[in-house]
C-alpha cells in the first residue's frame, strides 16, 4: 500500500515538472545565488574550531576544538556584550510592540481617505531609509551644538552628551528605531482591521455602544491573532539589537553600553584580525537565534495557527 502511495506521489511530481516546467525553470537562478552566498560560506564555521592564520588558509590551519569557546566566555566583556545585546533588544521590542496598534486604531478611526492615505505613507517612508542616511541626520539633531540641545537650552535646562551618555545614548536608539520601523507594523495591523467584519460594527451601533466600547470590544478581539503573532514572531529576533544603528551611531564612550555580539564580532574578526575569535562569537549567536526562531515559530503554530511550511 505505502509503495504504491509513494509511487502515486512520484508520478503526480512528474507530470507537475512536465506541466510547470518553465515555472521550475525560473526557480534555478535564486536557488544557485542562495547556494552560492548562503551554503556554501556556511563551510567557514570550521574556523570557530581552529586557530585560523590567513596564510595557512582554513584546512591548513591548527584544530583546536573548543579553545576559541573557551577563551570567548574567559573574555570579560563578552558577557557585558551579550548582556547589552539582550537589553537593547528587548528594549525595542516592548516599546514598537504597542506604538503601531495605537497608531493604526487612531488612523482607522479617519474618514478623509486621502488624508489616512497620507499620513500612512508619511509614517512608513522611515523603513525604506538607510540607517547610513538616519545615523547622518542623527548625529546632526542630538549632538552638543544640535537643533535638540538648542531646543533644551531654550527651555533652561542643561544640553545633553546624548553621544556619550550611556543612558541618554540607549534611549535614543530605542527610540530612533521606533521612528523608523513603527510605520511597517502600522501597515500590517491597519490590513489585520479592514479585514473585520462590518456587520459586527453596525450591530454594536444599534445596541448603543460608543467608538471606544467599539474598538475595546469589537476591533482589538478580532485583530488579537495577528497581535499575538507579531509578538510571539519578534522573539526570534531577540538576539538582534540592531547592527546596522548601532555601527552607524556608537563610539568607544558608549561601548560598556551598547556595544553588542554584532559590532563585537565585527571589530574582533575585522579590525584585530582574530578571525577564529569572531567566527566562534558570531557561531554561538547562530544557534541561539536558531533556537529562538524555531520556538517562536512552534509557539505561534500552537497558539494562533500560524504555519511556515
Same mark, same amino acid.
Given at each position: 500500500?505505502?509503495?504504491?502511495?509513494?509511487?502515486?506521489?512520484?508520478?503526480?511530481?512528474?507530470?507537475?515538472?512536465?506541466?510547470?516546467?518553465?515555472?521550475?525553470?525560473?526557480?534555478?537562478?535564486?536557488?544557485?545565488?542562495?547556494?552560492?552566498?548562503?551554503?556554501?560560506?556556511?563551510?567557514?564555521?570550521?574556523?570557530?574550531?581552529?586557530?585560523?592564520?590567513?596564510?595557512?588558509?582554513?584546512?591548513?590551519?591548527?584544530?583546536?576544538?573548543?579553545?576559541?569557546?573557551?577563551?570567548?566566555?574567559?573574555? $570579560?566583556?563578552?558577557?557585558?556584550?551579550? %548582556?547589552?545585546?539582550?537589553?537593547?533588544?528587548?528594549?525595542?521590542?516592548?516599546?514598537?510592540?504597542?506604538? $503601531?496598534?495605537?497608531?493604526?486604531?487612531?488612523?482607522?478611526?479617519?474618514?478623509?481617505?486621502?488624508?489616512?492615505?497620507?499620513?500612512?505613507?508619511?509614517?512608513?517612508?522611515?523603513?525604506?531609509?538607510? %540607517?547610513?542616511?538616519?545615523?547622518?541626520?542623527?548625529?546632526?539633531?542630538?549632538?552638543?551644538?544640535?537643533?535638540?540641545?538648542?531646543?533644551?537650552?531654550?527651555?533652561?535646562?542643561?544640553?545633553?552628551?546624548?553621544?556619550?551618555?550611556?543612558?541618554?545614548?540607549?534611549?535614543?536608539?530605542?527610540?530612533?528605531?521606533?521612528?523608523?520601523?513603527?510605520?511597517?507594523?502600522?501597515?500590517?495591523?491597519?490590513?489585520?482591521?479592514?479585514?473585520?467584519?462590518?456587520?459586527?460594527?453596525?450591530?454594536?451601533?444599534?445596541?448603543?455602544?460608543?467608538?471606544?466600547?467599539?474598538?475595546?470590544?469589537?476591533?482589538?478581539?478580532?485583530?488579537? $491573532?495577528?497581535?499575538?503573532?507579531?509578538?510571539?514572531?519578534?522573539?526570534?529576533?531577540?538576539?538582534?539589537?540592531?547592527?546596522?544603528?548601532?555601527?552607524?551611531?556608537?563610539?568607544?564612550?558608549?561601548?560598556?553600553?551598547?556595544?553588542?555580539?554584532?559590532?563585537?564580532?565585527?571589530?574582533?574578526?575585522?579590525?584585530?584580525?582574530?578571525?577564529?575569535?569572531?567566527?566562534?562569537?558570531?557561531?554561538?549567536?547562530?544557534?541561539?537565534?536558531?533556537?529562538?526562531?524555531?520556538?517562536?515559530?512552534?509557539?505561534?503554530?500552537?497558539?494562533?495557527?500560524?504555519?511556515?511550511?
Amino acid at each position: 500500500m505505502k509503495r504504491n502511495q509513494g509511487r502515486t506521489l512520484t508520478a503526480s511530481v512528474r507530470r507537475d515538472w512536465r506541466k510547470n516546467w518553465q515555472l521550475h525553470l525560473l526557480l534555478w537562478p535564486g536557488l544557485i545565488l542562495l547556494i552560492i552566498f548562503k551554503f556554501i560560506p556556511m563551510g567557514g564555521i570550521v574556523m570557530a574550531f581552529k586557530d585560523y592564520v590567513p596564510r595557512k588558509g582554513i584546512f591548513g590551519s591548527e584544530w583546536v576544538g573548543m579553545e576559541n569557546f573557551s577563551y570567548m566566555f574567559s573574555l $570579560p566583556n563578552t558577557w557585558q556584550v551579550l %548582556w547589552n545585546t539582550l537589553r537593547i533588544a528587548i528594549e525595542k521590542i516592548v516599546v514598537n510592540f504597542p506604538i $503601531p496598534i495605537l497608531i493604526a486604531l487612531m488612523l482607522n478611526e479617519i474618514q478623509n481617505i486621502r488624508l489616512k492615505k497620507t499620513v500612512q505613507t508619511i509614517i512608513y517612508l522611515p523603513y525604506f531609509i538607510s %540607517w547610513v542616511i538616519i545615523a547622518g541626520i542623527v548625529q546632526d539633531l542630538f549632538t552638543e551644538e544640535g537643533m535638540v540641545n538648542q531646543m533644551i537650552q531654550g527651555l533652561g535646562m542643561q544640553p545633553v552628551f546624548f553621544m556619550g551618555e550611556s543612558g541618554a545614548f540607549e534611549a535614543m536608539l530605542v527610540g530612533t528605531d521606533v521612528w523608523k520601523n513603527f510605520g511597517y507594523g502600522t501597515v500590517v495591523y491597519l490590513a489585520a482591521i479592514t479585514g473585520v467584519d462590518e456587520s459586527l460594527f453596525e450591530a454594536a451601533k444599534i445596541d448603543g455602544a460608543s467608538r471606544i466600547k467599539q474598538i475595546w470590544y469589537i476591533t482589538l478581539p478580532s485583530i488579537a $491573532p495577528i497581535v499575538m503573532l507579531m509578538l510571539i514572531l519578534s522573539l526570534g529576533n531577540v538576539m538582534n539589537a540592531g547592527f546596522e544603528q548601532i555601527f552607524n551611531l556608537y563610539n568607544p564612550l558608549v561601548y560598556d553600553s551598547a556595544d553588542i555580539i554584532d559590532t563585537f564580532v565585527y571589530r574582533v574578526s575585522l579590525v584585530e584580525a582574530n578571525y577564529s575569535l569572531g567566527t566562534a562569537v558570531g557561531l554561538l549567536k547562530s544557534v541561539a537565534s536558531f533556537i529562538l526562531i524555531v520556538s517562536s515559530y512552534a509557539i505561534a503554530n500552537k497558539y494562533t495557527d500560524y504555519t511556515v511550511f
